[in-house]
C-alpha cells in the first residue's frame, strides 16, 4: 500500500488540522509500506501571494510535521515544488480534462458563488491535485469527506488517460478520515482560520491559556445539571485529557455544581501537558533549520526518482517522447 498526501502551506497547524487529519497521516507511516507527505507550496500560490510569507509557511509547515510525529525514515517528507515531474504531467493531464469537469467541482463553484474571484490557478487546481497523486502511484490518499470530490475527479483524468493511450496510471482510492474527533473553535463552531476560531498547536502555553480563558460559555445557572457533549470546553477537553481525566469531567458536567471558569483552568492545563513534548521538539528543529532542509532535500531525491518513472510512462504512452 502506498499512501500520499499534502498540506498547502498558509499558516499554523491549529487543533482542527492535527486530529482531524495530521494525527492520523501520521499514523498512516506504520502501516504503509510507502507513504508520501508533501508541502504543496504550488497549491498554497492560490491564496498567498507573499513570496517570504510563503517560504516561511512552507520552512514552518516542514517543521510542524517533524515535531508532531512525521519520521524522514518511514515517510518521504518533500516539498511539492522540488518535484518538477508533477508540473510536466499536469500538462498531459490538462490536455485531456474536459471544462465541465472542473466546472463542478465544488472549491470553484463556493468561489463563485460567494462572488469572489476565481482565477485559473483555483480551476486547474484539481488536475494539479491529480497529477500530486499519479505521480506517485499511490493506491490511497486520505481526504476529508469535503475532498472526496477530488479524488474522483482523479480517478476520471487518470480513467480517460488509461482510455485513450493504454493502462498508464494507477487508480487511487480516497480514504476517508475519521472525523469522529469533532474538533469545535472557540466560537463553537467548526475550527478554522477562515472563521478565526482556531487554537494553534504550537502558540505559547501563556498565549493558549488566555485564549482558553475566553472563550465564551452559556449562561444556565452553575448550580443546573449538563450534558457534557456538545458543549465546546468539554469537547476541547476530550482531545488533549485522559480517559480518567474525562470521566472525571464528564461527571462534574453531570453532577453541575461547577464554574466555567474551573473547566477552563483544567482545560489549559490539559492542552499545556498534552502539547509540551511536541512543542519542545518544534523548537529543536526549528533552531536547526538545515536540518530539516537535508530532510526536504532527501525526500525530493526520493520523490523524484518515482515521479520521473511515472512521468516517463505517460509521455512514452502519448507520444511526446521515444519518437
Known sequence: MRVLSGIQPTGPFHWGNYFGAIQQYIELQDVADEAYYFIANLHALTTVRDKDLLKQYTLNGAIDLLALGLNPEKAVLFIQSDVPEVSELCWLLMTGTPMGLLERCVSYKDKLAKGLKADAGLFAYPVLQAADILAYDADIVPVGEDQLQHIEVCRDIAGSFNHHFGETFVMPKGKVLDQSARVPGTDGEKMSKSYGNTL??????????????????????????????????????????????????AATYRAGGFGYGEIKKALAEASERYWAEVRERREEYAAKPEVVREILAAGAEKARAKASVVLKRAQDACGVIGY
Open 200 to 249: 494553534a498547536v504550537f502558540d505559547d502555553a501563556k498565549k493558549q491559556r488566555k485564549q482558553i480563558m475566553r472563550i465564551q460559555t452559556d449562561s444556565r445557572p452553575m448550580d443546573e445539571a449538563k450534558e457534557p457533549d456538545g458543549d465546546v470546553l468539554y469537547d476541547l477537553y476530550k482531545l488533549v485529557a485522559t480517559e480518567d481525566e474525562v470521566a472525571a469531567m
